[in-house]
């Protein structure tokens, strides 16, 4: 069975604080890896796949890195505008498969 | 612009009472899904669809039904309504094994 974990829960930030969100999967083979974001009240906004260890993604001020095991994703000199709950998910290969998602990491970016 | 619209943004229904929420979509993409999402959880596959090709989840409940009448229209249909179930429902699109794209949801209030 697919499995993905997020961590921390929830990151509270200041302004210009640099951090990093983790997603830590388990997949027999990984077709592709997605990064979400979510503001309250609604539905998940697309921001990145990944499809093979090494990747690299960048938007703005995000980057988005893939290991065999793992993703990261980088948040360089946040503002607030950034604070939302960001949900990662992976996609296995073989035959038609959806996606499964983690719980998310809630992230407060303060003034 | 294409999008993912799904209606009603607010449903509040009885107990018991059933109760169908939709998902239309301009992105002509083949696959669609609903997925179930309660406060600080991961987003749970209900079902999805690839074209007409239903796919149900082992532990989607009995309660939960679906239609596809066409390409662009999907219904979630929810029989009788439990306090559980009470959620934000989130419809996705996608084209085969890539990214999905999500409406704005309907968050789902048991009274």
């Known amino acids: 069975e697919d499995q993905v974990t997020q961590s921390p829960e929830a990151l509270r930030l200041q302004e210009g604080e640099s951090s990093s969100l983790n997603c830590s999967y388990t997949?027999?083979?990984?077709?592709?890896l997605f990064w979400y974001r979510q503001d309250p009240g609604k539905g998940p906004e697309f921001l990145f796949t990944?499809?093979?260890a090494g990747e690299e993604k960048e938007k703005e001020r995000l980057k988005a890195t893939l290991t065999k095991k793992e993703s990261f994703l980088h948040i360089t000199a946040p503002k607030p505008e950034d604070s939302a709950t960001y949900l990662c998910?992976?996609?296995?290969?073989?035959?038609?498969?959806?996606?499964?998602f983690g719980s998310g990491t809630r992230l407060q970016v303060q003034p | 612009d294409a999008m993912v619209i799904q209606n009603p943004r607010y449903q509040v229904t009885q107990f018991g009472k059933p109760v169908t929420l939709s998902c239309s979509q301009t992105?002509?993409?083949?696959?669609m899904y609903w997925y179930q999402q309660k406060s600080s959880q991961a987003p749970k596959l209900l079902f999805h669809?690839?074209?007409?090709?239903?796919?149900n989840e082992a532990d989607t409940p009995d309660n939960f039904q679906s239609r596809r009448p066409n390409t662009s229209f999907c219904f979630l249909d929810i029989r009788s309504p439990g306090l559980g179930d009470a959620a934000m429902y989130l419809c996705?699109?996608?084209?085969?094994?890539?990214?999905?794209?999500f409406g704005q949801g309907t968050r789902l209030t048991v009274v």
């Open positions: 996705a699109t996608s084209r085969i094994n890539t990214e999905a794209f």
């Open positions: 997949v027999s083979g990984l077709r592709g």
């Open positions: 990944l499809y093979s």
């Open positions: 998910a992976v996609q296995a290969l073989g035959g038609r498969r959806a996606l499964t």
């Open positions: 992105l002509n993409h083949n696959v």
């Open positions: 669809y690839y074209d007409k090709d239903f796919n």
